[in-house]
């Protein structure tokens, strides 16, 4: 067992090696890549303990590679079904993001953070989305319908001006009015869960008028199921 062990875990490293050398930060297809890389290392291990314990001889290196082979396709499936959707957030959402009042990230995870400035989706004290920026909301959700293989988590974030317990407060009333108005657009409610993270998590400091708008916002975060071949 220990030969097999050691064997698959320079398996496992010498795939996430190839991953890092073979694809750069200008690489198009570089998220679907380093997801089929990842899962790839995740099949081999998985395979080589699966392998190991039905078949003492030989079996775990077998499993391996078989693990690895259906690992990188799972992944590979993961960052393109990613790819596809992070584009089209990029193309329809070009005039916000344009306008600063969103940002699309994409994690290593293969997960998409949208962060939307309250400034434009909400007044002052209001947990009402403001009508101008409803448009910007239905795009959105039309794209999170077309790819249904996603969960959605919805957190609310503020400044620190109030009180701790009152922006928390706030921050989850935001988030939910958010679920509420993709949920009447079509998005499945199942899909969506909320938080309200209040001031605990600023993006900027709190002394300046300039970061106070920073840390007023909703975050979006988009993740995929694992299985998507």
Known sequence: MKRSVILTTVMALSLMGFSGCATSPDDPNRHT???????????????????????????????????????GLIGAGVGRYMDRQEAEFRQQLAAEREAHQIEIERLRNENL????????????????????????????????????????????????????????????????????????????????????AGESEPRASNATEAGRQLNRRVEMLIIPDRDIE
């Not at 380093?34 to 392998?51: K, N």
């Not at 039905?54 to 259906?70: E, N």
């Not at 007044?123 to 795009?139: C, H, M, N, V």
């Open 33 to 71: 890549k380093e997801a089929a890389a990842t899962g790839a290392v995740l099949g081999a291990v998985a395979g080589a303990v699966i392998g190991h314990q039905g078949d003492r001889s030989g079996g775990a290196l077998r499993g391996a590679l078989l693990g690895a082979a259906a690992g």
């Open 113 to 196: 953070k949208i962060t939307m400035s309250s400034e434009v989706s909400f007044d002052f004290d209001s947990a009402a989305i403001k009508p101008a920026f409803r448009p910007t909301l239905d795009k959105v959700a039309a794209i999170l319908q077309r790819y249904p293989r996603t969960t959605i988590e919805i957190t609310g974030h503020t400044d620190s001006i109030g009180s701790e317990a009152y922006n928390k407060r706030l921050s989850k009333r935001r988030a939910n009015a958010v679920k509420r108005y993709l949920v009447s657009q079509g998005v499945e409610a199942r899909r969506i869960r909320t938080f309200g």
